[in-house]
Nanobody, 116 residues
Framework: QVQLVESGGGLVQPGGSLRLSCTAS????????MGWYRQAPGKQRELVAQ?????????ITADSVKGRFTISRDNAKNTVYLQMNSLKPEDTAVYIC????????WGQGTQVTVSS
């Protein structure tokens, strides 16, 4: 089994930055990709960014955050990061880390609130 622990959420003003971290433990060799998703109240969960765990490390980034958010990985630390810059109020959501194995394993989520 894989366990995911997220950190780094919080309250930030519009235009500010935050970095989220997601550390995996357990049978990490089984992970094919890791990603950040978000869910705002009353909305469906959506993919924000994903990174392959293979040596290629290819990424996918949602159009809504392209150019502002960057996903990266540190395989030695079993950790994936989401650097979020130029944050907007519409980025407010619970951000959830997901690991793709045969299905998706989820973390507990971390709240990001963008407000003045």
């Amino acid at each position: 089994q894989v366990q995911l622990v997220e950190s780094g959420g919080g309250l930030v003003q519009p235009g500010g930055s935050l970095r989220l971290s997601c550390t995996a433990s357990g049978t990490i060799f089984s992970i094919k990709a890791m990603g950040w998703y978000r869910q705002a109240p009353g909305k469906q969960r959506e993919l924000v960014a994903q990174i392959k765990i293979s040596s290629g490390g290819s990424t996918i980034t949602a159009d809504s955050v392209k150019g502002r958010f960057t996903i990266s990985r540190d395989n030695a630390k079993n950790t994936v990061y989401l650097q979020m810059n130029s944050l907007k109020p519409e980025d407010t959501a619970v951000y959830i880390c997901g690991a793709q194995i045969t299905g998706t394993t989820w973390g507990q989520g971390t709240q990001v609130t963008v407000s003045s």
